[in-house]
């Protein structure tokens, strides 16, 4: 990319590129018909490339840090039982849902580094991704991630209404830097973090977040950021 360039255009995840591909060649071919279909798929290719849109991300690192898995909004803040592959015990846990429109940026990332200790698809429904049975009910990737200090955490991918496809990038036993990216839902979701006990919530419901960089929970004591990670 021209250096003049960098920082203004948003890069586009390889995943997306076939749908880009596929968007401008049904264009043209509208485009012989009349000059309105093709504007009409031009219009709707960009909006192809702006859903795919992978921007790099500032991510605090640190022990106990917890970043929001995605963009969108902080749907709910509940005590709830974890999906049950995900091994994570049968008492519930503290749950933060963020709730991605088709809007939104939807490659999602890690909300805390360590080792994907298990990983499980789970087919099902698609619900609205914001309805709470949802979590229960719809097609969903699980994650389970133990940190370096042994903590174990959750993180859920949700298809919803109009999502239909969980693509992932990583695998089970992966070691996962803090932000990096897992995975993405196609088009319009939720993800959920289950939190170990004892830690609290620094965001409210409502609140809105940014995938690898909003802090949801902070498990440090008398410790400071270690640096920063551009991913």
């Known amino acids: 990319m021209p250096e003049h360039l960098r ?13 880009v591909g596929a968007g401008l060649i049904i264009s043209l071919l509208l485009g012989l018909l009349t000059p309105w279909l093709l504007a009409l798929g031009l219009l709707v290719t960009a909006w192809i490339a702006f859903f795919f849109r992978d921007p790099a991300r500032i991510t605090p690192e640190g022990i106990g840090i917890v970043v ?66 949802a979590s229960d009910e719809n097609e969903r990737q699980s994650f389970r991630i133990e940190t370096a200090d042994g903590d174990v955490y959750g993180l859920v991918q949700i298809a919803g209404l109009v999502a239909r496809r969980i693509v992932g990038f990583v695998e089970e036993g992966d070691q996962l830097h803090a932000g990096e990216r897992v995975g993405l839902i196609r088009f319009g979701s939720r993800c959920d973090v289950y939190l170990p006990d004892g830690i609290v919530p620094l ?22 950021p270690s640096g920063w990670r551009r991913s």
Not at 102 to 121: E, M, Q, S
Not at 203 to 224: C, F, S, Y
Request: hydrophobic share 40%.
């Open 68 to 133: 929001s898995p995605a963009d969108g909004e902080i749907q709910a803040i509940t005590k709830r039982q974890p999906p049950p592959e995900m091994d994570l015990g049968d008492r519930p846990l503290t749950c933060i849902s963020v709730f991605l429109n088709v809007f939104d940026v939807h490659v999602n990332r890690t909300p805390v580094p360590g080792v994907i200790t298990r990983l499980a698809y789970h087919p099902g429904k698609f619900l609205n991704a914001a309805l709470d049975k």
């Open 7 to 19: 920082g203004v255009l948003i890069p586009i995840h390889p995943k997306g590129w076939p749908f």
């Open 203 to 224: 965001v409210v419901k409502g609140q809105r977040a940014i995938a690898g960089e909003t802090v949801l929970a902070d498990n440090r004591t008398d410790e400071v």
